[in-house]
C-alpha cells in the first residue's frame, strides 16, 4: 500500500513537472504541452488502476486550486473552459492506456505503448475533450474536431516519445514496468 501510494504521489508529480515545461509550437504554429506525454507514461508504466488513480490525484490537487497545469493554471474554474473535458479526461486516459497495456503483455513492447498510448492517451482523451469543447465553448462537433485535430501531430510526438521512455525503462529494468505484471 506504502509502496503504491508513493508510485501514485510521484506520477502524479510528474504529470505536474510537465507542465513545467514551456509549450513549443510545431510547424503550424500550434503551442503543444508536455502533460498528456504524463499522463500516457502513467498508464504504460503504472498500469490502469494506479496510472488512473495517479492522473485522478493531479486532476484533484489542480481542482483545489494549486496551479499545476501548464501555465500556472489551477482551480475549479477550469471546468468552465473549453479544454475542461481533455482536464477531466486525464484519469480516465492513464486508465485506458494502463489497462490496453495489461491486455497486449504478450506483444512486444513498443508496439504495445504505442498502441496503447493511441487509444488510451489520444482517441480516449478527446472524446471528453470534444463533449467539453461542445458544451463549454458552443461548438458543433465538426467544429471541436477541426479545432483538436491541429494537435494531432504533437500528440503523436508525445506517443512517441512514450514509447521511447517505457521501452528504455523495460529494457534496462523491466519489472519496472507494473502494467507488464
Not at 14 to 42: D, E, H, K, N, R
Not at 63 to 82: F, K, S, W
Not at 84 to 106: D, N, R
Request: aromatic share 6%; with cysteine.
Amino acid at each position: 500500500m506504502e509502496k503504491t501510494s508513493v508510485l501514485v504521489a510521484l506520477f502524479a508529480a510528474l504529470i505536474a513537472v510537465l507542465g513545467l515545461v514551456p509549450a513549443f509550437p510545431l510547424a503550424s504554429g500550434v503551442p503543444i504541452t508536455a502533460q498528456s506525454l504524463g499522463v500516457m507514461l502513467c498508464g504504460t508504466i503504472l498500469g490502469s488502476k494506479k496510472g488512473g488513480l495517479a492522473a485522478l490525484l493531479f486532476i484533484l490537487l489542480t481542482l483545489v486550486g494549486l496551479p499545476l497545469l501548464a501555465g500556472g493554471r489551477g482551480g475549479i474554474g477550469l471546468l468552465a473552459g473549453a479544454s475542461a473535458g481533455f482536464i477531466v479526461g486525464f484519469p480516465l486516459a492513464a486508465y485506458i492506456t494502463g489497462w490496453l497495456m495489461e491486455k497486449t503483455k504478450s506483444v512486444d513492447i513498443q508496439i504495445s505503448v504505442a498502441l496503447s498510448s493511441i487509444v488510451g492517451g489520444i482517441v480516449v482523451l478527446y472524446i471528453p475533450g470534444l463533449i467539453g469543447m461542445m458544451i463549454n465553448a458552443g461548438m458543433s462537433l465538426n467544429a471541436a474536431i477541426v479545432a483538436v485535430s491541429v494537435y494531432l501531430p504533437g500528440d503523436i510526438l508525445k506517443v512517441t516519445l512514450a514509447t521511447i521512455v517505457t521501452s528504455a525503462i523495460f529494457k534496462a529494468r523491466p519489472e519496472s514496468i507494473i502494467a507488464r505484471h
